[in-house]
C-alpha cells in the first residue's frame, strides 16, 4: 500500500541548532515530493518539493531536502533554525499514477531560546 | 500562486445542525480540493470538485454527509452536514498550481467545533 511516514511526531531545536525532519514513503514509481509547512492558525504553504533531476533541493526560508530513492526517504533539513521556524510540518506523496496529494501525519517543530 | 479565501474562518456548532463553507479562488482553476484535519491529525481528502460535474469523494466520505458544490471556476462550497463532535476539524480548501500536478495552494482553513 501507498504510504507517507513521518517518524516523528514531536522534534525540539536550540534557536541556531540545525534541523532534520525524516520522511520515508512507500510507492511503486518515483513520486512527486513535497515538503508543506502550516504556522499556527495559519494555512499550509509549500517549502520545496522534488519531481525530478539534482536530487538536493532547495525551498524557500532557508531550507532544503534530499531526495535519497535508495532509502525511500526525502528528509528535510535547515542548517540553522529560527524561532519563527517553530509550526508543524507535512512531508507529502503525489504518486504518478494517481490524482491527490497524500500526506504524513505531520512533525510538530519547537524552537526553544 | 493563486490566494484563497475561506468563510467562515472559524464556528461553533451545535450538534445536528449542517455548515456550509465557502471557498473563493482569485484565479480560474480546474480542480479544487477539499481537506479535512482532525485535532492533531494530518490532512485526509474529502472529494475533489470539478466545475460543471460531480465531485468525486475518497473512501469515507458520502456526498450525503458532505455536499460540495462547484458553481464556476472560482468558487466551491463544502457543507458539513447532520454535524457531531466527531465533525470538529479543520477544513481546508486547496487548488492546484496550474500544470504542475500535486503542488497545491491552501486556505487558511475554517475550523469547526461542535458541541
Known amino acids: 500500500a501507498q504510504s507517507v511516514t513521518q517518524p516523528d511526531i514531536h522534534i525540539t531545536v536550540s534557536e541556531g541548532a540545525s534541523l532534520e525532519l525524516r520522511c520515508n514513503y512507500s510507492y511503486g514509481a518515483t513520486p512527486y515530493l513535497f515538503w508543506y509547512v502550516q504556522s499556527p492558525g495559519q494555512g499550509l504553504q509549500l517549502l520545496l518539493k522534488y519531481f525530478s533531476g539534482d536530487t538536493l533541493v532547495q525551498g524557500i526560508k532557508g531550507f532544503e531536502a534530499e531526495f535519497k530513492r535508495s532509502q525511500s526517504s526525502f528528509n528535510l533539513r535547515k542548517p540553522s533554525v529560527h524561532w519563527s521556524d517553530a509550526a508543524e510540518y507535512f512531508c507529502?506523496?503525489?504518486?504518478?499514477?494517481?490524482?491527490?496529494?497524500?500526506f504524513g501525519k505531520g512533525t510538530s517543530l519547537l524552537v526553544t531560546p | 500562486s493563486a490566494v484563497i479565501s475561506q468563510k467562515p474562518s472559524r464556528d461553533i456548532c451545535q450538534r445536528g445542525t449542517s455548515l456550509t463553507i465557502q471557498c473563493q479562488v482569485d484565479?480560474?482553476?480546474?480542480?479544487m480540493f477539499w481537506y479535512r484535519q482532525q485535532p492533531g491529525q494530518s490532512l485526509t481528502l474529502i472529494a475533489t470538485?470539478?466545475?460543471?460535474?460531480?465531485?468525486?469523494?475518497e473512501s469515507g466520505f458520502v456526498i450525503d454527509k458532505f455536499p460540495i458544490s462547484r458553481p464556476n471556476l472560482t468558487f466551491s462550497t463544502l457543507t458539513v452536514s447532520n454535524m457531531s463532535p466527531e465533525d470538529s476539524s479543520i477544513y481546508l480548501c486547496?487548488?492546484?498550481?496550474?500544470?504542475?500536478?500535486?503542488?497545491?495552494?491552501f486556505g487558511e482553513g475554517s475550523r469547526l467545533t461542535v458541541l
Open positions: 486547496s487548488v492546484e498550481r496550474s500544470g504542475v500536478s500535486g503542488e497545491l495552494f
Open positions: 470538485a470539478n466545475q460543471g460535474s460531480e465531485a468525486t469523494y
Open positions: 484565479s480560474q482553476v480546474t480542480m
Open positions: 507529502a506523496v503525489f504518486s504518478s499514477s494517481g490524482y491527490a496529494l497524500n
